[in-house]
Every structure is written in structure tokens, then in C-alpha cells.
T-cell receptor
């Protein structure tokens, strides 16, 4: 099956800093999504982005499908950005495969 | 509009007991799925459904059964709980099976003793 690798595995930021999270995948995809799992365990869909660039407030994402990677940018980080960020992809078929996640801690 | 609703939030079982995790969505979504989340393992797909009456296996289906009698409901059954099924379970849905955003329920934390 498709492999999804996220980097870095852990990230510690000072409040106000910017950061970039990466998601590499091993095959062509028709669906790519970014999720944030907050410290209470809730999973929130951030972006549906199989290709191109999208922005939502301080967050933006870019997927370069031909090179099989996606990037999530966090600008002016806040403590509420803490949690785990997951990338998930779907190739042919019905199964969305998740990466291992990047754990982010934003310190005040 | 409640989104995806999971019950219960917490459950403790003894080995060999059975139970059903409930999942309901009110968004008229075709696609529904169950994931389990274990430390260091990310989220793994257990079973999924692309519509009423249609279900299929994911990555880790052993020990779990599902059915989809209505568009709204997608229960997950553990027939004989084992300690290896201790995990956090998430139900998720999307409008279609192919190219749509996935929305998650709030999760069920299950411990099997």
C-alpha cells in the first residue's frame, strides 16, 4: 500500500514563530488532507488539498502532487496550535492512509 | 447539525465481553469509516462503508464487525474483546468516497482488561 511519512516527528516552537511540516507519499494520490488533533484528542480537518495551495488564516498548505509531497505552514504560532498534525492520502481505492503525525508544542 | 456523533466516550470491558460502539452522522454522507488510534501507530482503518448495505475491510479488521443498514448509522461491534483492542476509536464520514473532506467524531476510549 501507499506509504506516508511526516517530518519532523516533534517540533517545539516559541509563540510567534513560523514553521513548516512536511508530508511525503509514495504513490500518486487523488485525495490529500491535513488534520489537527488537539490536546483533548479531537481531530479537526484543516485542508483538503490534493494539489495546489490553500490558506486558512495563519495556516496554509501546498501540495506538489508530481513530486509526491505536501507542506503545511504555520505562521505566527499560538499555544492553541499545539497538538499533533496528521497528513492523510488516498490513492486509487477507498482507503485514506494516515502518516505518523508531527507533534507540535508551542510555548508561551 | 450535530456532525458525527460517537457513543460512548469511555468504556471498560473485561476480556471476552462484547459491545457495540455507536456512530451516527446527520450530514447525509455516503462514506463512513472506523479508525483506531494507538500510541506510535497513527490512525489505522478498521472498516468502511460507501453506502447503506455496503461495507468493506480496512487495514486491521480482525475482531471487529460492522453493518450499515441506514445512511446515518455505522456501528462497530467487538464480539469478544481482547486486551489488544484497547485503543481510542474514531468514526469518520465524508460526502463521497473519493474526493471529499473527512469529518471525525470525538472518539471512544476503550480499555479491555
Amino acid at each position: 500500500g501507499i506509504q506516508v511519512e511526516q517530518s519532523p516527528p516533534d517540533l517545539i516552537l516559541q509563540e510567534g514563530a513560523n514553521s513548516t511540516l512536511r508530508c511525503n507519499f509514495s504513490d500518486s494520490v487523488n485525495n490529500l488532507q491535513w488534520f489537527h488533533q488537539n490536546p483533548w484528542g479531537q481531530l479537526i480537518n484543516l485542508f483538503y488539498i490534493p494539489s495546489g495551495t490553500k490558506q486558512n488564516g495563519r495556516l496554509s498548505a501546498t501540495t506538489v502532487a508530481t513530486e509526491r509531497y505536501s507542506l503545511l505552514y504555520i505562521s505566527s504560532s499560538q499555544t492553541t496550535d499545539s497538538g499533533v498534525y496528521f497528513c492523510a492520502v488516498k490513492a486509487a481505492g477507498n482507503k485514506l492512509t494516515f502518516g505518523g503525525g508531527t507533534r507540535v508544542l508551542v510555548k508561551p | 447539525n450535530a456532525g458525527v456523533t460517537q457513543t460512548p466516550k469511555f468504556q471498560v470491558l473485561k476480556t471476552g465481553q462484547s459491545m457495540t460502539l455507536q456512530c451516527a452522522q446527520d450530514m447525509n454522507h455516503e462514506y463512513m469509516s472506523w479508525y483506531r488510534q494507538d500510541p506510535g501507530m497513527g490512525l489505522r482503518l478498521i472498516h468502511y462503508s460507501v453506502g447503506a448495505g455496503i461495507t468493506d475491510q480496512g487495514e486491521v479488521p480482525n475482531g471487529y464487525n460492522v453493518s450499515r443498514s441506514t445512511t446515518e448509522d455505522f456501528p462497530l461491534r467487538l464480539l469478544s474483546a481482547a486486551p489488544s483492542q484497547t485503543s481510542v476509536y474514531f468514526c469518520a464520514s465524508s460526502y463521497s468516497r473519493v474526493a471529499e473532506k473527512l469529518f471525525f467524531g470525538s472518539g471512544t476510549q476503550l480499555s479491555v482488561l
